[in-house]
């Protein structure tokens, strides 16, 4: 009843996702596949929006759920390049998504440098 309910919403939604040629309404598809743990649907759909525009993953967080999405597969490679592609997006505001892609990050094996710079920095505005 219900399991088989969830897979045909499922299986269409991936069809109509990948029917559209907008990156962001690919990525609002994935985001609910990645919520639901459907980790290799939430990966091809985000592959699919970068394919159509490479820009989209400077200004979302298509990266952030890539890597989480990769490091569910076990795809420890793919995880750290695209959690490392979010980490170093100068347009990253979300600070818990940022800390949880730090701490998955870790937990792959990567350590990134901290911050050490104390020097002051001139504001532009």
Known sequence: GLAVAEAMYA???LYDALRTANA????????VFHQRKRY???SLLIERALAKDSSFGTTDKAYYYLGLS?????????????????LDRAAVRDVDGYRR?????????????????????????
Do not use: I
Request: charged fraction near 25%.
């Open 24 to 31: 962001t309404e690919l990525l609002a598809a994935a985001v």
């Open 40 to 42: 290799p649907r939430t």
């Open 70 to 86: 990769y490091a569910e597969q076990g795809k420890r490679a793919r995880a750290r390049t695209a959690l490392t592609a979010f």
């Open 11 to 13: 299986a269409n939604t």
């Open 101 to 125: 892609a730090e701490a998955t990050l870790k937990s792959l094996g990567v350590a990134r440098k901290p911050c050490v710079s104390v020097d002051p920095v001139d504001l532009y505005w």
